[in-house]
Antibody, heavy 122, light 107 residues
Framework: QVQLVESGGGVVQPGRSLRLSCAAS????????MHWVRQAPGKGLEWVAV????????DYADSVKGRFTISRDNSENTVFLQMNSLRAEDTAVYYC???????????????WGQGTTVTVSS | EIVLTQSPATLSLSPGERATLSCRTS??????LGWYQQKPGQVPRLLIF???TRVTGIPARFSGSGSGTDFTLTISSLEPEDFAVYYC?????????FGQGTKLEIK
């Protein structure tokens, strides 16, 4: 079945780095744009980053720009989020999600993983 | 960055009542807006895409409307399982943002 499974979360000190992975299965990964979305404890959803099919285009929320890098390996059906210079405010559950992209329509993020928890604390 | 403002922050209603949730964007996003439902401890679920198209399998009591800067999610007759937090999300120029959410609670 269609599935996204995140991994790589954990507890990390401020200023350190962490790399999240999201493994996709059950669909043609290279046909979808992939996102990372996070949710701090007790807070709402925050969009983090997006990457297009072949990795030629990517974009980030202002809150993570210059610190986080999204990448993907279509041969491994995996999207990554490299998080550097982590701050306490990056503490959140991180979800990956897919989007079927069209210039004419917004199909939304229709499949989400279960999330991986990142805690930034000394 | 386009800011999404959802109102009200909390909506208290009883089962069987009609719920109307609003999402206003700081700039026009055409119809590039989606609605999500999130229950405690669960992953967000897409309900509506492109402002007004219901995802397959979502009950017909959920409907979306609007374009430009003003959007509405309507639940025609609330079921007990509908009490949750609802988020809107926009895409404009391949940048994305979420609203802060509306909590729909049982009165």
């Amino acid at each position: 079945q269609v599935q996204l499974v995140e991994s790589g979360g954990g507890v990390v000190q401020p200023g350190r780095s962490l790399r999240l992975s999201c493994a996709a299965s059950g669909f043609t990964f290279s046909n979808y744009v992939m996102h990372w979305v996070r949710q701090a404890p007790g807070k709402g959803l925050e969009w983090v980053a997006v990457m297009w099919f072949e990795g030629t285009n990517k974009d980030y929320a202002d809150s993570v720009k210059g610190r986080f890098t999204i990448s993907r390996d279509n041969s491994e059906n995996t999207v990554f989020l490299q998080m550097n210079s982590l701050r306490a405010e990056d503490t959140a559950v991180y979800y990956c999600a897919r989007e079927s992209v069209s210039r004419a329509y917004f199909y939304g993020l229709d499949v989400w993983g279960q999330g991986t928890t990142v805690t930034v604390s000394s | 960055e386009i800011v999404l403002t959802q109102s009200p922050a909390t909506l208290s209603l009883s089962p069987g009542e009609r719920a109307t949730l609003s999402c206003r964007t700081s700039q026009s996003v055409s119809s590039f807006l989606g609605w999500y439902q999130q229950k405690p401890g669960q992953v967000p679920r897409l309900l509506i895409f492109d402002a007004s198209t219901r995802v397959t399998g979502i009950p017909a009591r959920f409907s979306g409307s609007g374009s430009g800067t003003d959007f509405t999610l309507t639940i025609s007759s609330l079921e007990p399982e509908d009490f949750a937090v609802y988020y809107c999300q926009q895409r404009s120029n391949w940048q994305y943002t979420f609203g802060q959410g509306t909590k729909l609670e049982i009165k």
